[in-house]
């Protein structure tokens, strides 16, 4: 696992991107806006090194892109030309002979100093052009990190959106019996490697959200058979309580700006939502019903406040300006709704949705129009978004199941798939992109 400190030694010394040559006009792309997309062909070599990590290198770009369903990487067994040399100018004919649309070259090399140097280009095999090129240095035990960041590139050249590639997911890794469950925080890369525990797994942990500027999450804990939101900095493992408040606090989740913390505190049977500004430890109410008020989730830009209540006789979905006013519900189908998030594009907000028997994950617009279900199955919870709003990932409950396991799914309800972990995961939480 990446500590930021090594991450921003990187960053400083690669600059992170050098080009090669001007990016042509790309005629290869990928429209993400329309339903089913029917994969892009994409030939994805080994990178030219002395040794396997340049396959390894490659394995992992190719593992991030078809798990997108935005591309289908063509089998290496196809291949005609082999490339010895990735920076001369590719046969394209023997690329479009196998339908590969796009190629993807690259080399990896040890500098004198230890650091590896990783390069790619990605070439448009049909109009004979080179669309981007990059190059990056880095320490070995950070290559898998470069092949995110090398996809996410690729990503962006080709759908004209930003990746996701380069990010982690926070969650619950659950293990034992079931009446006897050891709940552990734990982070890992998005594609499910680098799995390190945060927490010892002595005390019960749930919901676990990150900062979106810092490297540092927020998560709830019954340490003491007391019930307190953390602050836990994962570069040095510090840790700190939020507050001490009377009753219990729920669902924490950070102001985009990362500077307050927004929680449902419960008394006297019911619960109210409540922000914490991080530097002066000051509390401002919110909400005050005598109902259950709980989940706040912000608006990208700070301004609005999404919430489940059970005001109504059940629990719906309600929006409210950010010091409390307006507070209007927007949610009216059958079932309840419930773990309201926002899309950090501010389009959509996630939610899950319980309704005869079975459970969704869905979104909605902010007003609570559009409302369309993306996958429904025994138990599914917990939406969190990908750094660029366009794909979901969860935690579903199957019947008869040991546990809960980790899913993801785009925003158009296509390419359902498990992200796998060496133990049962809830409560996952993503990441934004990395620096």
Not at 88 to 116: C, H, S, Y
Not at 258 to 287: A, E, H
Not at 331 to 349: A, H, K, N, Q
Not at 405 to 420: A, C, H, P, V
Request: charged share 20%.
């Amino acid at each position: 696992m990446l500590k930021p400190t090594l991450i921003r030694v990187m960053l400083a010394i690669a600059g992170m991107a050098v080009m090669f040559a001007a990016p042509a006009q790309a005629r290869v792309e990928i429209n993400i806006n329309r339903g089913n997309v029917e994969p892009l062909p994409i030939a994805i070599t080994d990178f030219i090194s002395g040794n396997e990590l340049g396959a390894q290198i490659s394995g992992v770009i190719a593992a991030d892109l078809q798990r997108s369903g935005l591309f289908a990487p063509v089998n290496k067994a196809a291949f005609i030309e082999k490339i010895s040399d990735p920076g001369k100018m590719p046969r394209f004919e023997d690329w479009k002979a196998i339908n590969a649309q796009a190629l993807v070259t690259g080399r990896v090399t040890r500098e004198g100093d230890g650091r590896l140097r990783a390069e790619f280009r990605l070439w448009d095999t049909f109009g004979g052009t080179q669309m981007t090129g990059q190059q990056f240095f880095t320490q070995p035990e950070n290559w898998r990190r470069v092949a995110h960041i090398i996809a996410d590139a690729i990503y962006k050249q080709i759908t004209g959106e930003n990746g996701y590639f380069d990010t982690r997911v926070v969650f619950v890794s659950e293990s034992g019996p079931k009446n006897a469950r050891v709940r552990q925080l734990a982070i890992m890369d998005q594609d499910g490697f680098n799995v390190r525990s945060l927490t010892n797994g002595k005390d019960i942990v749930l919901t676990p959200r990150f900062s979106p500027n810092r490297q540092e999450v927020t998560y709830m804990s019954f340490e003491g058979q007391q019930p307190r939101v953390y602050l836990l900095q994962l570069e040095t493992g510090q840790r700190e309580v939020v507050g001490n408040f009377p009753g219990m606090t729920f669902s924490p989740r950070f102001s985009p700006d990362g500077q307050k913390v927004i929680m449902s505190l419960q008394q006297d049977g019911n619960s109210n939502i409540y922000t914490m500004d991080l530097r002066s430890r000051t509390t401002t109410r919110l909400t005050n019903t005598a109902a259950i008020d709980t989940s706040p989730s912000y608006s990208p830009d700070g301004g609005r406040i999404v919430f489940e209540s059970d005001r109504g006789g059940r629990q719906q979905l309600y929006v409210m300006s950010a010091d409390g006013s307006g507070q209007t519900r927007i949610s009216f189908g059958d079932g309840s709704y419930s773990t309201p998030v926002w899309s950090p594009r501010g389009d959509l907000i996630a939610f899950t949705k319980q309704s005869g028997g079975k459970f969704s994950i869905g979104v909605m617009k902010p007003d609570g129009s559009g409302e369309r279900i993306l996958t429904t199955g025994f138990h599914n919870e917990g939406p969190t978004w990908a750094p660029n709003g366009r794909v979901l990932m969860f935690f579903r409950q199957n019947a008869g199941a040991g546990g809960p396991q980790l899913y993801s799914i785009d925003l158009t309800g296509y390419n359902e798939q498990q992200i796998k972990t060496p133990a049962f995961a809830s409560d996952p939480a993503w990441s934004p992109l990395l620096e």
